[in-house]
């Protein structure tokens, strides 16, 4: 299973715009922000692994 880490770059209602960190990309990835910890703020940083995000800092 691959890992991959996030930013999140924006939080607009129920959905938070996060950007991959690992790797040099220019999107974003729209995510609800049910799936997401719920103690986010814009600059977080996640983790995803095995389907779940989780804060890393």
Do not use: C, F, H
Not at 6 to 34: Q, W
């Amino acid at each position: 299973m691959e890992t991959w880490y996030y930013e999140v770059v924006s939080i607009d209602g129920d959905y938070a715009n996060l950007k991959r960190t690992d790797i040099t990309v220019d999107d974003v990835k729209l995510v609800a922000r049910a799936l997401l910890p719920p103690e986010i703020t814009v600059g977080s940083k996640l983790k995803y692994e095995l389907l779940q995000y989780e804060i890393t800092e």
